[in-house]
């Protein structure tokens, strides 16, 4: 059974810092794409960064570009984001995500592409 567990959210004042983490297990994790997603209230759940197997392509959603940083260790069946001068807009339930098939690169930046997804980690930044 598949499962994905983020970990790390929690409150913290505009231009702080935040890591998420993503543990996987249940999958050969090293030949899956992964992604964040975030959702806000009231709003549609979005893609926040995306990473191919082995890193080969990174994606980025064009708010967090230059501020958010996403990476994977596949030893540790793990992924991360960095998220720096974080704003008041990246308040949000942040949720970590799996998928097969990810090329071409365009399907990291989508939701259908994802074939598992966590419990999602809450992300509060203050004002």
């Known amino acids: 059974q598949v499962q994905l567990v983020e970990s790390g959210g929690g409150l913290v004042q505009t231009g702080g810092s935040l890591r998420l983490s993503c543990a996987a297990s249940?999958?050969?994790?090293?030949?899956?794409?992964m992604g964040w997603f975030r959702q806000a209230p009231g709003k549609e759940r979005e893609f926040v960064a995306g990473v191919s197997p082995s890193a080969v392509f990174i994606r980025y959603a064009d708010s967090v570009k230059g501020r958010f940083t996403i990476s994977r260790d596949d030893a540790k069946n793990t992924i991360w984001l960095q998220m720096d001068s974080l704003k008041p807009d990246d308040t949000a339930v942040y949720y970590c995500?799996?998928?097969?098939?990810?090329?071409?690169?365009?399907?990291?930046?989508?939701?259908?592409?994802?074939?598992?997804w966590g419990q999602g980690t809450q992300v509060t930044v203050s004002s």
């Open positions: 249940g999958l050969t994790f090293s030949t899956y794409g």
């Open positions: 995500a799996a998928a097969r098939t990810v090329f071409p690169s365009s399907r990291l930046t989508l939701r259908s592409t994802y074939d598992y």
